[in-house]
């Protein structure tokens, strides 16, 4: 099972084996879900591309929290919850 249509992810964190997004995505959780390769994956930070990886399968998730990016108190500017989601790059897999 494969998922050919390219999937565009904004992210906050990057990495060669994980990335992160600021909210739920309904797309990734049933990719992982389903444990379907992504054919396209492309990473955006900011709205410009950072990294684009082919045959990418999902390996799992962890929630966690952002500090806000401004200092203010907690009480304006609460944590940000987000997820982590592991993934392969079976193009490079040996």
């Known amino acids: 099972m494969s998922e050919d249509k390219p999937v565009e992810v904004e992210v906050r964190n990057w990495d060669g084996h994980s990335f992160t997004v600021e909210r739920v995505n309904d797309q990734l959780e049933k990719l992982l879900k389903e444990k379907k390769i992504i054919r396209t994956l492309?990473?955006?930070?900011?709205?410009?591309m950072v990294r684009i990886c082919r045959d990418v399968r999902l390996k799992g998730r962890k929630d966690c929290y952002f500090a806000p990016?401004?200092?203010?108190?907690?009480?304006?500017?609460?944590?940000?919850?987000?997820?982590?989601?592991?993934?392969?790059?079976?193009?490079?897999?040996?």
């Open 42 to 48: 492309a990473l955006r930070h900011n709205g410009t």
């Open 69 to 94: 990016e401004l200092e203010t108190t907690t009480i304006k500017n609460p944590l940000y919850s987000g997820i982590t989601f592991e993934y392969e790059d079976l193009d490079n897999f040996l």
